[in-house]
């Protein structure tokens, strides 16, 4: 199954999720792959890539130059890959748009490769070609949002281009889920809004919620992903917990067979 991990907005979690998400999927015996479509490189980074060993990367998959399977990189974690990015990704957004099927560059490539359980694509904060082509690719979006102020206004935006995406190149797409991020149980702005979101977009937003936590701010600088750096801290707790209610969610339990 291949989950974009997406929001236009910056900074609300998407890389944080991404990392933490797809270690836990993997420490649950899950094959994963993460593919990282923003030129930032942040989640390479979070899994301690170093930068000079980018040199195949998202960038060069999209634009044919090399096999995707040429981009994998092993991580510290058994079971989990990454394609890694450099910045030469932003130039893609507008490289694509002269070549043939520029919004299924990286759902041919991915099809390409070996079978994982779960391929997690990290998309950078807009809605350009390169989160297009993660959303084309993917069966299902994980929408990590941040409870402040203009939260749902982004959030009907995110979910517009979706709705367009599945119309007009990828009907298979399902929104499969938001997940509250950098919770503060004491701010009532956070309530508010939770409650707001909650209230529009029912049983899609996930009961787990990511609590604001330093380790997982700090785990990236270690090139670890906060599952290996601090296993006990709340941060890494829920995201065990969202990848728990995120695989009942995706491969609901068989019917209990009653003898
Ligand atoms: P961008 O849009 O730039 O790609 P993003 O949506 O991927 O950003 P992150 O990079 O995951 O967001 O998070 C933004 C910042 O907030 C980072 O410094 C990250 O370490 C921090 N952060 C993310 N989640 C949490 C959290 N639950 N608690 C504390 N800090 C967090
Ligand atoms: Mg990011």
Redesign the pocket.
């Given at each position: 199954m291949i989950i974009a991990v997406a929001?236009q907005k910056?900074?609300?979690?998407?890389?944080?999720?991404t990392i933490n998400l797809a270690t836990a999927l993997a420490a649950a015996g899950r094959t994963v792959l993460v593919v990282d479509s923003?030129p930032?490189g942040?989640a390479s980074t979070g899994f301690g890539v170093d930068r000079r060993s980018r040199n195949a990367s998202t960038y060069e998959v999209l634009l044919g130059q090399i096999a995707a399977e040429q981009a994998l990189r092993p991580t510290a974690i058994p079971g989990l890959e990454v394609m890694p990015s450099t910045p030469a990704l932003s130039g893609a957004e507008i490289e694509l748009v002269d070549l043939d099927r520029r919004s299924h560059r990286l759902g041919d490539a991915l099809a390409t490769l070996p079978p994982h359980d779960i391929i997690l694509i990290d998309c950078?904060?807009s809605l350009g070609l390169l989160t297009v082509n993660a959303l084309a690719a993917a069966d299902a979006v994980l929408v990590?949002l941040q409870c402040e102020f203009f939260a749902l206004e982004g959030l009907s935006q995110l979910l517009g281009t979706i709705e367009r995406v599945r119309s007009g190149l990828n009907t298979r797409l399902q929104l499969l889920g938001i997940v509250l991020?950098?919770v503060d149980r004491r701010n009532r702005l956070t309530e508010h809004v939770s409650d707001d979101v909650r209230a529009v977009m029912g049983d899609k937003v996930f009961t787990t919620t990511?609590?604001?936590?330093?380790r997982?701010?700090e785990a990236?600088s270690h090139g670890l992903p906060a599952l290996l750096y601090d296993s006990r801290c709340a941060?890494s707790e829920a995201y065990v917990a969202l990848a728990r209610e995120l695989l009942a969610r995706i491969q609901p339990a068989p019917a209990e067979v009653i003898a």
């Open positions: 929001n910056g900074g609300v979690g998407k890389t944080t999720t923003d930032q942040n950078p904060p990590p991020t950098m990511i609590p604001r936590n330093v997982l701010s990236p941060g």
